[in-house]
């Protein structure tokens, strides 16, 4: 700890080898009941040759020995009950604890998903809740919440698009996605059988409306548009863009990841946007665990209702639920069995803690403390795009690369300060790219800390280059060596 | 709002930093037109107490007190407490994906972990860091076939899962590859004389499920050697991970990919689960789905890194393997908790007690009921009895008793007619499974 | 800078003719904007390719660029050396780091690549 940076000190951390350079032979962590049926051997019942020997390799651990390994890796983690993320386009905001412990309820955790309808009533309602609350919140008519993830939803929204255009004779053939777009976005079109025309932007970030008039034609299916764009700028000619496409007989699909701007502000669905995917573990405070699970609810007009996935959540007479699976015009099943549940009932949790107001109470909050941190790094880090942003901003490490400091450094010395870098290097339109997206749920106290850091860093860029090309230097680690890494790749431990 | 950790002093502050009066200002560049002028019609908000008596109310109305005997690509087994005790720590759940692997090595560790245990219940030489579950992943591992192999066929056993049938022609169906399905024999397996019969040079991969949906282990040897001949790719998908444990990993598969839920991960109605991939080395560039390396940092200290990203859909973008971005890293971490937890002998005597409670249950049907079990071949789990009667006269009467005696599979194979899925693990008791014959009598 | 016995292309590869084939590699500039290469992409023995089209490709950590044919030919050799070492495209490409030797089917072509001069002052303009 230092007068300049009261964040951080270093405290020890214990290193832990791979559990299976730690396996001792005769320790066991976990002991099954007795049989309790007659102990014929298995070699018995199989035949030998279907047998293996047991699993060569797997480390045989005590309960306490098991304990430790995890917990220990767990120290080496940031994560967000530590501090903030200010990761743009990734919402990592506070993961509330209720919703941990609703999603663990008995009734939830140990449902299987073919019991009976009648048998799984409380599932099934609070599936239909949440797709209510979606619907309302993105001013949709239908949702679906069979998508696992983000891209899952873009694949299924894409897929829905087509099934639509087919019905009306004909898939077409082409889907417009923007340069700034996230990688999902094409890749989903790609292996929707869809193929890919990138669209430009104009200087002020947003998509080129008379660009698009001369594209578009009857051989474009639909356009992927991110509202806010990937800047965190408003695209004011949203509706216009939607008057266009569905002019010629083309749909707009929106990729919801930056929905935390604008709930219970404006709605999708007013803007003209036919199908849209919703990040369950952005907006609505699913827990990140490290890369996932995740879940990707998709919102469509009533155009697109027919095309659903199966099975479609249905409200039977007598106002039971069930799982509706006769629907012919359905472009199929995306994933086996009914979704991620146990991240439907947090997101749930969240929505009912929320209400109406603190939903928009919410993005209120989220664009207010972007804005503040986009005015107090205004001029110690270059603003590509003057135009407003809401829950995030763009900045561009084009100052501090006059010292040969570039992006990627200054997030390595922000791990220094105590903080998560932001995204770097996306989007792609802008060089030298670092977005910015605080989320709501941080204290002015924190904002402050990590401008600090910032204006610290930005200051260090120029009197001592050096320091913060070759961050960070706290951490337990180092830069790791990423080529020889990809070079020769060792993906498993194995025996030597 | 509780979750919303600034004061009215602190907005004020950061209104004038900005240089505005309300926060309304900063949505200005919204046109009129689009806003929305009326709150939203949701329930309104609702106080912690009251949180947890709605959930209480829905988790009530969803039945626990069944005796259940159903499988079919969900299984109920042993979850050890510690699981849930370590993934309760925040420093695992509310962590971010590892992209800064600096401050993300507990989680590139666990993940590194996990990767090794799928090559070692698999037999294969890498497994990347998991897919949505085994039904998608089946749908990349026929993308992956396609790739490799540049061919537009792909057989697929009639007896795989037949949600994941259903999966991969929703993914296959866009891309011009064509499924058709290989039946299945008396014995339940797969029909090698039908596969070869049929296999040309167009097939880019053959895909048998072991234990298959039916419950049967099937022997993927010959269906490999057969596949080979032709140079399509052995693709072996697997819904019961438990097996793994004590069968034999399957012989000459170029891709193994499935599901892990039955190691460690609860039932969720049907998700979060964990699948799995695992390949051979030389396809590994075409895997989908990330990859957690073991490297150095610049000290040389061991450090592990997210690698060969190039394949993703964030670098090759309309190029890419895939178009996935989350994995299921925190279900990963589960599987390789529980696996830490049980061991190789810890797994292997869970998946004996499989075997031996379904053994008596089969006996105990054959014995002292009239209706058959159907298939000769080996199983694992499951099983498939036939009904002498019509389905429905049982079901009432097994309602009343508080039992599911297992999923009726007419939906999915009608020419099995009144035919019951049964599934029994280490967690079925002998006095529950006396109760299910009791009721079949 | 660039060698002068060479010939180059705007995507920044270059070909050196002797006779009627070419071996085929990536500029200095092509190497320092990659980065460290980790993976390289080539095709086999008797592929043929027209001119501009993909032959293959090369990585770095966090990019892939295409290799695009300056001229078009048929693959008579590839650089497995390479291959195996793909730093080396980094510390020699327009030496050890080569990539393929082709035949070429019409040396007409040339007349369309950049000679050492104008590629210095093409990447000169470009930056």
Redesign the interface.
């Known amino acids: 700890m230092t007068k300049e940076n009261p964040r951080t000190s270093s405290h020890f951390q214990i290193n832990?080898l791979?559990?299976?350079e730690q396996?001792m032979s005769g320790?066991?962590?976990?002991d099954?009941p007795a049989?309790?049926?007659?102990?014929?051997p298995?070699a018995e019942?199989?035949?030998p040759?279907?047998?293996?020997d047991?699993?060569?390799?797997?480390?045989?651990?005590g309960?306490v020995d098991?304990?430790r390994?995890?917990?220990r890796?767990?120290?080496?983690?940031?994560?967000?009950?530590?501090g903030l993320?200010p990761?743009g386009s990734?919402t990592?905001?506070?993961?509330?604890k209720?919703n941990?412990?609703?999603a663990?309820?008995?009734?939830?955790?140990?449902?299987?998903?073919?019991?009976?309808a009648e048998?799984?009533?409380?599932?099934l309602?609070?599936q239909k809740m949440l797709e209510t609350?979606l619907a309302?919140?993105t001013?949709m008519d239908a949702v679906t919440l069979q998508p696992?993830?983000?891209?899952?939803g873009?694949?299924t929204g894409i897929?829905m698009i087509?099934a639509y255009h087919e019905s009306k004779g004909r898939p077409r053939r082409t889907v417009l996605v923007p340069d700034s777009a996230?990688?999902?976005n094409?890749?989903?079109?790609?292996?929707?059988?869809y193929e890919?025309q990138n669209i430009p932007s104009t200087p002020h970030g947003t998509v080129d409306i008379a660009r698009l008039r001369e594209i578009v034609n009857d051989d474009v299916a639909a356009i992927m548009v991110t509202n806010p764009n990937t800047l965190g700028?408003?695209e004011?000619d949203?509706?216009e863009v939607c008057e266009i496409m569905h002019a010629k007989g083309a749909l707009v699909y929106m990729d919801g990841a930056n929905l935390n701007a604008?709930?219970?502000?404006?709605?999708p669905g007013?803007?003209g946007i036919d199908v849209l995917h919703i990040n369950l573990?952005k907006t609505f405070t699913t827990?990140?665990?490290?890369?996932?699970?995740?879940?990707g609810p998709v919102a469509v007009k009533k155009i697109l209702e027919p095309f659903l996935?199966i099975p479609v959540v249905a409200l039977k007479n007598g106002g039971n639920y069930l799982f509706d699976y006769d629907r012919p015009q359905s472009?199929?099943?995306?994933?086996?069995?009914?979704?991620?549940?146990?991240?439907h009932?947090r997101a749930l949790?969240y929505?009912?803690?929320?209400?109406?107001?603190?939903?928009?109470?919410?993005s209120?909050?989220a664009?207010?403390?972007a804005?503040?941190i986009?005015?107090?790094l205004t001029g110690a880090y270059e603003l590509p795009y003057d135009?407003?942003t809401?829950h995030e901003v763009v900045f561009s490490d084009k100052l501090q690369a006059r010292f040969d400091v570039h992006v990627a450094d200054i997030?390595?010395r922000l791990?220094d300060y105590g903080f998560?870098?932001p995204t770097i290097s996306?989007p792609l339109i802008v060089s030298g790219a670092l977005m910015i997206e605080p989320t709501?749920?941080?204290?002015?106290q924190?904002?402050d800390a990590f401008i600090d850091a910032m204006l610290a860093i930005a200051k260090e860029a120029e009197a001592n280059p050096e320091l913060v090309r070759s961050a960070?230097h706290t951490?337990?680690?180092?830069?790791?060596?990423?080529a020889?890494?990809?070079r020769k790749?060792?993906?498993?431990?194995t025996q030597t | 709002?509780r979750?919303?950790?600034?004061?009215e002093a602190?907005?004020k502050?950061?209104?004038e930093?900005?240089?505005i009066e309300s926060?309304e200002q900063?949505?200005?560049?919204?046109?009129e037109?689009?806003?929305?002028r009326r709150?939203?019609?949701?329930?309104?908000?609702?106080t912690?107490p009251e949180?947890?008596q709605?959930?209480?109310?829905?988790?009530?109305?969803?039945?626990?007190d069944?005796t259940?005997f159903?499988g079919?690509?969900?299984y109920?087994h042993?979850i050890?407490v510690?699981i849930?005790?370590?993934i309760?720590?925040?420093?695992?759940?509310?962590?971010?994906?590892?992209y800064?692997?600096?401050?993300?090595?507990?989680?590139l560790?666990?993940?590194?972990?996990f990767?090794?245990?799928i090559?070692?219940?698999t037999g294969l030489?890498?497994?990347n860091?998991?897919l949505?579950?085994?039904?998608?992943g089946l749908g990349e591992a026929i993308?992956m076939a396609h790739r490799i192999t540049k061919r537009n066929k792909v057989f697929i056993a009639k007896s795989v899962?037949p949600?994941?049938r259903?999966?991969v022609?929703?993914?296959a169906?866009?891309?011009?590859i064509e499924i058709e399905l290989i039946d299945f024999t008396e014995s339940g397996r797969m029909d090698y004389a039908a596969i070869g019969k049929a296999i040309d040079e167009t097939v880019a991969a053959v895909v048998v499920q072991t234990p298959n949906f039916f419950g049967t282990?099937e022997?993927n040897s010959e269906i490999a050697s057969i596949a080979h001949k032709h140079g399509a790719l052995s693709i072996v998908n697997v819904c019961e991970a438990m097996s793994?444990?004590?069968?034999?990993?399957p012989q000459d598969a170029d891709i193994v990919v499935g599901e892990a839920q039955s190691l460690g991960i609860?039932?969720?109605?049907?998700?979060?689960h964990l699948g799995f991939l695992a390949t051979r080395e030389q396809f590994?560039?075409q895997m989908p789905g990330?990859?957690?390396?073991?490297?150095?940092?610049?000290?040389g200290?061991r450090?592990f890194?997210l690698?060969?990203?190039?394949r993703?859909?964030?670098?090759?973008?309309?190029?890419?393997t895939?178009?996935?971005?989350?994995?299921?890293?925190?279900?990963a971490?589960m599987c390789?908790?529980y696996?830490?937890?049980?061991?190789?002998?810890?797994?292997?005597?869970?998946a004996?007690?499989n075997?031996?409670?379904t053994?008596?249950a089969v006996q105990q049907i054959r014995a002292r009921t009239k209706h058959s079990i159907l298939f000769s071949g080996?199983r694992f789990n499951e099983f498939v009895i036939q009904l002498k009667e019509d389905y429905a006269s049982r079901a009432q009467r097994f309602?009343r008793s508080h039992i599911?005696p297992g999923?009726h599979i007419a939906r999915f194979y009608p020419e099995l007619g009144n035919s019951l899925l049964v599934c029994v693990t280490?967690t079925t008791?002998?006095d529950q499974?006396d109760a299910l014959v009791k009721g079949l009598e | 800078m660039n060698p002068e016995g060479l010939l180059y292309t705007k995507d920044h590869e270059w070909i050196g003719i002797t006779g009627d084939t070419a071996t085929v590699g990536i500029t200095l500039h092509a190497q320092e904007a990659l980065g460290d290469v980790v993976?390289i992409e080539l095709p086999g023995v008797g592929d043929k390719f027209e001119a501009h089209k993909s032959f293959g490709s090369v990585?770095?950590?966090?990019?892939?660029s295409e290799l695009f044919m300056p001229m078009s030919g048929e693959v008579t050799e590839v650089n497995s050396t390479v291959k195996d070492n793909p730093e080396t495209l980094n510390s020699d490409p327009y030496g050890k780091g080569w990539l393929i030797r082709i035949r070429i089917a019409n040396p007409a072509e040339a007349s369309a690549l950049l000679s050492a001069q104008a590629y210095d002052n093409y990447i000169a303009t470009e930056a």
């Open positions: 832990e791979l559990v299976f396996g320790r066991h962590a976990f099954l049989l309790d049926v007659p102990a014929v298995v019942i199989l035949s040759t279907l047998l293996r047991d699993v060569a390799g797997m480390p045989e651990l309960e098991v304990i390994h995890f917990t890796l767990s120290t080496w983690n940031y994560h967000i009950d530590l993320y990761l990734c990592m905001k506070y993961n509330p209720i941990e412990l609703v663990r309820l008995e009734g939830f955790s140990t449902a299987h998903p073919y019991m009976p048998l799984s009533q409380g599932a309602e609070v609350a309302e919140i001013g696992a993830a983000g891209a899952h873009e694949l897929l087509r996230h990688g999902t094409p890749a989903s079109v790609t292996i929707s059988g890919v700028i408003f004011s949203i509706a604008m709930m219970g502000i404006a709605r007013d803007f573990h827990p990140h665990g490290g890369g996932g699970p995740g879940s996935p472009i199929g099943k995306m994933k086996a069995f009914n979704g991620q549940f146990g991240m009932v949790c929505i009912l803690a929320n209400g109406p107001a603190g939903l928009k109470e919410v209120e909050t664009v207010l403390n804005n503040y986009r005015a107090k135009s407003p809401l997030g390595k791990m998560h870098p996306f709501e749920t941080e204290s002015r924190e904002l960070p951490t337990r680690i180092n830069r790791v060596n990423e020889a890494a990809a790749p060792v993906l498993r431990w | 709002m979750y919303l950790p600034s004061s602190d907005r502050g950061m209104l930093a900005i240089g926060v900063l949505f200005a560049g919204i046109p037109s689009l806003r929305l709150p939203l019609d949701i329930p309104p908000g609702l912690e949180l947890i709605f959930f209480r109310g829905a988790a009530g109305r969803n039945a626990t069944f259940s159903l079919a690509g969900v109920r042993h050890p510690v849930d005790a370590l309760s720590r925040s420093e695992f759940y509310t962590a971010y994906t590892p800064q692997a600096e401050i993300a090595q507990g989680t560790q666990a993940i590194f972990e990767q090794t245990y090559t070692q219940l030489d890498v497994a860091a998991s949505y579950d085994g039904s998608t993308l899962h949600e994941y259903a999966v022609a929703t993914y169906r866009n891309i011009g282990v022997e793994l444990g004590i069968l034999k990993p609860p039932m969720n109605f049907g998700g979060p590994v560039r990330r990859l957690v390396g073991m490297g150095e940092d610049q000290k200290r450090a890194v690698t060969l990203s190039t993703e859909q964030h670098i090759r973008r309309e190029k890419a895939s178009n996935i971005c989350t994995n299921q890293s925190l279900c971490l390789a908790i696996l830490a937890t049980m061991g190789p002998k810890g797994l292997r005597h869970t004996e007690q075997i031996q409670k053994h008596y080996p309602m599911i999923l280490e008791t002998r499974i | 993976y990585e770095s950590v966090k990019a892939v």
